[in-house]
């Protein structure tokens, strides 16, 4: 029983940091945002809610800069406050924005947004238990090693994510009369838009699935579904 003990350890620590994340991301979330009114997008993403047979989809602005979108542990969707800003400067579409919402709406759907934060206790279980077991036979560099190899598979599953939700938004936006032509010139200008180039490319972009890459996808999906 006591070799198993520090496996038990890290799977507790895990599960303690699962929650304590979930319930920080929800409640830094209600804290800094507000449901996004505007008659301006209202009618892109009504045509979504009438494809999905929902009387409205929900929209939150969550008050900070960088351009991202995302969906919460408790299935709300949002954008942040500098992607709408884009938006508004006439930088990104009413349809391009539409895109967004449709790919964040995918992460819900599939389970994405539940998962990710489950499987962020599995990260953090797996880095301890690795570091344990790693730091045994390579004294000062096992726990490095732990960390970069549980950021390696993250990284791996999030790809694997992207893509799901990708196709997702893709029979959305088709269903919905607004086609993919949007989503596929919203990745191509994302890389201008966060200033995602080289070394100051942001986390979550670096985790993502490469742009051309997306695009192939999306139009192999859109050939078999149009």
């Known amino acids: 029983m006591l070799k198993f003990t520090p496996l038990l350890l890290a799977l507790l620590w895990g599960f303690a940091m699962y929650r304590f ?3 920080r991301t929800v409640r830094e979330l209600e804290a800094r945002s507000s449901e996004l009114a505007d008659p301006a997008l209202a009618r892109v993403f009504n045509q979504l809610a009438k494809a999905l047979d929902l009387p409205r989809v929900r929209v939150f602005l969550y008050e ?5 979108g995302l969906a919460a542990p408790d299935g709300k969707v949002y954008i942040t406050r500098g992607f709408y800003e884009k938006f508004r400067a006439g930088q990104i579409s009413d349809a391009e924005m539409a895109s967004v919402i449709a790919h964040e709406l995918g992460h819900v759907a599939l389970g994405h947004s539940k998962r990710r934060m489950i ?23 096992g726990a490095y090693l732990a960390g970069w190899l549980t950021q390696m598979l993250a990284a ?3 790809r694997s994510d992207e893509y799901e939700a990708d196709a997702y938004a893709t029979a959305l936006l ?25 070394a100051s490319m942001p986390a979550w972009l670096m985790s993502h699935p490469k ?13 078999k579904w149009s």
Not at 64 to 68: A, L, R, S, T
Not at 184 to 196: D, M, N, Q, V, Y
Not at 211 to 223: C, D, F, H, V, W
Request: aromatic share 6%; hydrophobic share 40%; glycine share 12%.
């Open 21 to 23: 994340s979930a319930w």
């Open 64 to 68: 900070i800069e960088p351009v991202n």
């Open 119 to 141: 499987d962020f206790s599995g990260q953090n279980a797996l880095r301890t238990a690795l570091a344990m077991v790693l730091s045994r036979f390579l004294p000062g560099i």
């Open 156 to 158: 791996k599953l999030s």
């Open 174 to 198: 088709i269903k919905a009369g607004i086609g993919t032509g949007p989503q596929k010139s919203l990745f191509e200008k994302l890389p201008h838009l966060t200033g995602a180039h080289g």
């Open 211 to 223: 742009t051309g890459e997306r695009i192939k996808a999306i139009e192999a999906n859109e050939a």
